[in-house]
Each structure stands twice: as C-alpha cells, then as structure tokens.
C-alpha cells in the first residue's frame, strides 16, 4: 500500500472514530450573518460555494437549485442547506422571500465545531420540507423583527435560537410523519415494505429477508429505503420499537424483560444500550421522568 493510499484510509477511519458519535440533538447553530431578503427577482451570484454551511429558509416563492449531486426546487416551508466548500447552484423562478444563514455546526456541550462531521454523515439533506404551521410562521416573524442583515452578535446569537427550533422542528417532523400510514412517499414499492415492517415490527423481523420479498439484495433495498424515508429500515424498525417501548415503560408496570419480548427483543439489557445511545437515558429513568 503506497503512502497517499495509506493517508487517506487512515483519514476514513478517523473521521468515522470521530462523526459516529455527532447526532443532530447534538449540535447547534453558530452564526456568523443572517441576511432576510424580501421578493428577491434573481441572484446577482448563481454559482457559488461558502466556507461555512449555509441555509435559505424559503417565506415564498421559489427557486431551482443544485448542491452538489442533489438538485431540486425550494418552496414556501423549505430550508435549503449547503455543506462547507460544495458548489451551490441557483436560479429564481418566482419573486423569493428568504432567511439566509452562514454559520457552522457546534456541539451543544464542548462548543467544538462539528461542520465536518455532519457533512461527512449525511446526516442532513439539501431540502428540508417544513409543515406550514403557526410555529414556522412565528420563527419566521420573529426573524423578519431583527435587523434585515447583521453581524452583530447580539442579534446573531438570538438568531441561533431561530435556527435551533427551526432544526427541532425538522427532527420531530422527520421521525414522527414517515411512520405514519397516511403519508405515503413518492416510492410505492418502498411503502408497501415500510408497511410490512410496520405489521412485523414486534417480531423478529429480518430484513434481509424482507429485501429479498421485494425482489431487492440488501444493498439495493438500503439504498432506495434510504432514498424514500431519509432514514435506513434498520432505523425505521428501531424507532417503532423505541416508540412502543417508551409507551409500555409509561403506561405499564411490565419489567424490562416483558417490554423488551413485547417489542421485537430477546432481552431488556439491548433495549437499555438503545435508550442509552437513542435517548440518552435508562429506562427506569425514563419511567420515572414519564410515569404520571
């Protein structure tokens, strides 16, 4: 093995030492300027790449863009994010009313910046489609109040509270919303297997084998499960089980072995490593901060 081959896997392996402990609760906004524009008819700047992240919360209006290998449209109730030092392609296609961030990723508890990591993960993609609710609308009149373009840090910094409800609101509607039966995703196949692992969910499911009843190798259905629910199956399973889990240790008195049989386990010592690293609690824990 020649030594820029060497370097490079060696970099690989850090880097996955590193990001596999970086999960969006974690993280946190760290602004360096917040622009609002209003009805805004074309970009003076159509191709360009930040050295930070950066973010269009779109009002309204619309625009195509591409970041990267993602394409697509941003709308009303879009954020629209780009990684660090990755080509942003833009056009305007109706008058555009948007919140523009540059900022990077820090972790909530050391401060340390953690842009890369996320950037190395994945973790977030380029169109985030936020439900258009009173919440939204008043984190975005809350923005329009402050200074239409600032680097102050006063105003910088309640900006970051912005963002992270922004970012909350992101997560909630991500993990609650595609585990619904009523909202379906633009791959038909990839539903009805979510259906099955939501019917299967508290056995012992293989995946593998639900891959293969679609006619798919494991890599395949990964991949395009992946695609159609921006979560893995592996993770869509834990969540079902999480979630009947949480409900079981709250209304129940069943111990954690019943609730681990009870969910799709063999035993409760891997539902208390899941609460660990999902939830960062213990079940009894848990239980009591829930019991009322």
């Known amino acids: 093995m020649n030594m820029h081959k060497l370097i490079i896997e060696c970099r690989h392996y850090f880097m996955k ?28 700047i159509e191709s360009t790449s930040y050295p930070k992240w950066c973010m269009f919360a779109v009002e309204e209006g619309e625009f195509s863009y591409r970041i990267g290998d993602e394409s697509g449209i941003g709308s009303a109730g879009d954020l629209v994010l780009c990684p660090p030092e990755t080509l ?30 996320l950037a190395e993960r994945h973790l977030l993609p380029c169109r985030l489609p936020l439900a258009r609710t009173n919440r939204l609308q008043s ?11 600032s680097v102050q840090k006063p105003v910088l910094r309640w900006v970051e509270h ?31 297997a979510a259906l099955t692992i939501r019917q299967h969910a508290f056995e012992e499911l293989n995946l593998h084998r639900v891959a293969s009843a679609y006619g798919l190798t494991p890599v395949q259905f990964s ?70």
């Open 17 to 44: 030492r590193v990001t596999k402990l970086v999960e969006l609760w974690q993280v946190r906004a760290q602004m360096f300027a917040y622009i609002y524009w209003n009805r805004k008819t074309t970009f003076e």
């Open 88 to 117: 942003f392609q833009r056009r305007i296609k109706m008058p555009l009313s948007f919140h523009y961030f540059h900022f990077d990723w820090v972790h909530r508890d050391t401060g340390e910046v953690v842009s890369a990591a």
């Open 139 to 149: 984190v975005f009149g809350y923005l329009r109040s402050f200074p239409h373009a």
């Open 162 to 192: 912005m963002v992270d409800d922004l970012l909350f609101m992101f997560m909630t509607e991500r993990h609650l919303v595609p585990l619904r039966l009523d909202s379906p995703t633009t791959d038909p196949l990839m539903d009805q």
């Open 223 to 292: 991949r395009r499960f992946t695609a159609a629910f921006k979560m893995t199956a592996h993770d869509y399973l834990t969540t079902l089980r999480l979630e009947r889990a949480c409900k079981l240790l709250q209304e129940t008195a069943l111990n954690l072995e019943d609730i681990a049989e009870k969910c799709g386990y063999r035993n409760g010592s891997y539902i208390s490593r899941l609460f660990a690293k999902k939830l960062n609690t213990t079940p009894s824990a848990f239980r009591a901060a829930h019991r009322l």
